[in-house]
């Protein structure tokens, strides 16, 4: 498994890891427990040391399940016309009997960094195809390339209060609209593929239902974590909200240093948990008067709390989340969630434990632990900056 070659199926490297079972302190990888019951969640800690498997965690749990075209994953880059480029992206669908698809975006402005970015369906080139980007903050924006006269950037500006600044933006094939969660998880951000310059974005309400009492107790705890929510879509259809929880804390050299006040006090943050919760299905209910649509309270989300969402996985980063059978590719554990951002790991949602990958130079064990992380890669896919 320790080879400098890029694997095959890189979630075999990431499996054999979270199993790893050596305690060796001095070998390339080391594994301890965290926290452990009566508590509410578990925490393994895979300690790597070795720089070359270093390299080959860090290229699989961030490039390594897009390199595995059967996946249908969207590829973004930008061109190199100019100080104000235009945007390309290429798809490559998982079946093969369908051909690559490849679109220009306008221009943003120079300066402008995407945070994420959702699309449509994009297996043909139909003028509703839809592409949305977040900006930093709560700024979104709207293209559709394909439409006639349509060739340029909405710009949506709801009030900054109502949209999540670090939550991502995702598009449901089910329901064929955009949505991001508010700041508090409430409520529902939604655009529809007709959106137009000047109409203001619908929210929906969001309620939660069926907490075990087991996880009222876990909530209590979480009250000093961080926390960004995400919607995924599975590839039924079903939605799942994502609660991401992280905690942070004092580099563990600053415990044992008996200077304590002298040196400079330096904060790392983890991730802890995720809550999972799956909608639960109301239907849509709507009523047409003068061709104006109003749709009623049953348009609304319910979630219900949920441990097992059966033979899937999720991966969540600081782009659209996504959601694949874990018999897709070998390597894939079920019921769990793979993420990367401030720290790289597995979550297993039935087992409540928490498998983050921490560093170490190898040569100056006296250096501080870190978690494993790649802070300008912490993406699916990766955010590109547009500067002149």
């Not at 926290?35 to 969640?41: A, E, G, I, L, M």
């Not at 592409?131 to 900054?160: D, E, H, T, Y």
Request: aromatic share 14%; with cysteine.
């Amino acid at each position: 498994m320790f080879s400098s070659s890029t694997p095959t199926f890189p979630f075999m490297l990431i499996d054999y890891l979270t199993n790893f079972s050596s305690v060796e302190d001095d070998g390339p990888v080391t594994k301890w427990y965290g926290s452990s019951p009566p508590n509410c969640y578990n925490q393994k800690e895979i300690l790597i040391r070795d720089l070359k498997l270093r390299e080959e965690v860090l290229e699989a749990m961030t490039s390594g399940f897009s390199r595995n075209q059967s996946f249908g994953f969207y590829d973004y880059y930008q061109s190199d016309s100019g100080d104000n480029p235009p945007i390309l992206l290429k798809h490559k669908p998982s079946n093969p009997e369908l051909t690559e698809v490849s679109a220009q975006l306008p221009p943003l402005p120079c300066g402008t960094k995407i945070q994420n970015i959702a699309m449509s369906s994009f297996s043909n080139r139909r003028r509703d195809w839809a592409v949305c980007v977040k900006l930093p903050g709560s700024q979104l924006s709207l293209c559709r390339p394909f439409a006639f006269g349509q060739f340029k950037w909405i710009n949506i500006k709801p009030m900054p209060e109502s949209i999540s600044s670090f939550s991502s933006i995702m598009f449901s094939k089910k329901d064929q609209r955009f949505y991001i969660p508010s700041p508090g998880g409430n409520h529902l951000c939604s655009l529809d593929l007709n959106f137009k310059e000047g109409d203001m974005p619908r929210f929906l309400r969001i309620g939660f239902e069926d907490y075990p009492k087991s996880v009222v107790s876990e909530l209590e705890e979480l009250n000093s974590c961080s926390r960004t929510d995400h919607i995924v879509e599975s590839p039924t259809g079903e939605l799942f909200y994502i609660k991401w929880y992280g905690e942070e804390y004092e580099g563990e050299d600053l415990d044992r240093d008996e200077n304590y006040n002298d040196v400079v006090r330096s904060l790392t943050h983890k991730t802890k948990k995720f809550m999972v919760f799956r909608e639960k299905e109301t239907g849509y209910a709507e009523e047409k008067k003068n061709e104006v649509i109003i749709y009623t309270e049953e348009d609304d989300k319910t979630m219900t709390y949920t441990e097992d969402i059966g033979d899937l996985c999720i991966f969540v980063g600081h782009s659209q989340a996504y959601c694949v059978p874990a018999s897709s590719s070998p390597g894939l554990k079920p019921n769990c969630i793979y993420f990367v951002g401030y720290s790289f790991g597995v979550y297993d949602i039935t087992t409540k434990t928490c498998t983050t990958f921490f560093t170490r130079d190898a040569d100056e064990e006296d250096s501080e632990i870190a978690p494993l992380r790649r802070l300008d890669f912490p993406y699916w896919p990766p955010p590109f900056p547009i500067s002149c």
